[in-house]
């Protein structure tokens, strides 16, 4: 096990509880770069609450069906509502204190305007990129879901609340964020970048040759390949924020 810092032991011991919203059917070449091309999957959109602070934490705010279908045309269906969602952490949108956003794509901030109290900490270089993007992912940031939210911009590795790290993985978009969170079991890692466990654990015939496997989906293949070697080396615990079996999952650890 490996502290989250060296006064880990003086820190808050989060759990993270998983909020599944959606599941979108996806092409699995778009989560595992050269691999599963073909293969559809019914691949989950999260929300993450983290439990155990003095401030109620949301790690993005996933997206719903209507999101996915409205704005990209996707066959989409709901698990929960948002609100549904966090009634099983006995919350509601507005009681949110901090949004953290691992980046700005659709299925991770279509309900971030619900929290309407809250601050929602992005970095800086991925809101330049959301209000900019490239056209090889333009179509993926939708402008009217994030403009005017009330933005708490950071730049780099920092700590934003005792034992809650933000480490970027830039790669699969600029300014992607990586969120480590205290533990009971070490530290757990909440991915940022669209990946399911394969991303991590490739299978025999694909490890021999890469350790991990970059999303499909990205800017710069070999930068998203490092920062998942990255998030790897770093993780007790690493939660890819796509993961199909986390769905019936209920907290971590
Ligand atoms: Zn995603």
């Given at each position: 096990m490996t502290p989250a810092s060296d006064s880990s032991a003086l820190l808050p011991l989060y759990t993270i509880r998983p909020l599944p919203l959606a599941y979108v059917s996806q092409d699995m070449g778009n989560f595992t770069y050269r691999c599963n091309n073909g293969r559809r999957i019914d691949l989950p959109i999260f929300a993450w609450y983290i439990e155990g602070g003095v401030q109620r934490v949301l790690v993005d705010t996933g997206a719903n069906a209507e999101h996915l279908k409205k704005y990209r045309g996707f066959d989409a269906v709901d698990i929960n509502t948002f609100e549904d969602a966090l009634l099983r952490v006995g919350l509601k949108p507005m009681d949110i204190d901090v949004v953290i956003q691992t980046h700005l794509m659709i299925d991770h901030c279509a309900n971030t305007r619900k929290c309407g109290r809250a601050r929602v900490v992005v970095q800086q270089d991925e809101l330049e990129f959301a209000l900019a993007p490239h056209p090889i992912l333009a179509p993926t940031y939708i402008r009217e879901l994030f403009m005017g939210l009330n933005f708490h911009l950071v730049d780099g590795h920092c700590e934003i609340l005792p034992g809650i790290e933000l480490i970027p993985v830039p790669g699969?978009?600029?300014g992607c964020q990586a969120v480590s969170i205290n533990t009971a079991k070490g530290r757990a890692v909440i991915?940022?970048?669209?990946?399911?466990?394969e991303n991590f654990e490739p299978p025999a015939g694909v490890r021999e040759f890469m350790p991990v496997i970059p999303p499909g989906i990205h800017l710069d293949a070999v930068e998203a390949f490092n920062s998942a070697l990255r998030i790897k080396a770093l993780a007790d615990i690493i939660i890819p924020v796509h993961e199909p079996a986390l769905v019936n999952v209920d907290r971590i650890p």
């Open positions: 699969h978009s600029p991915t940022g970048m669209c990946t399911v466990r």
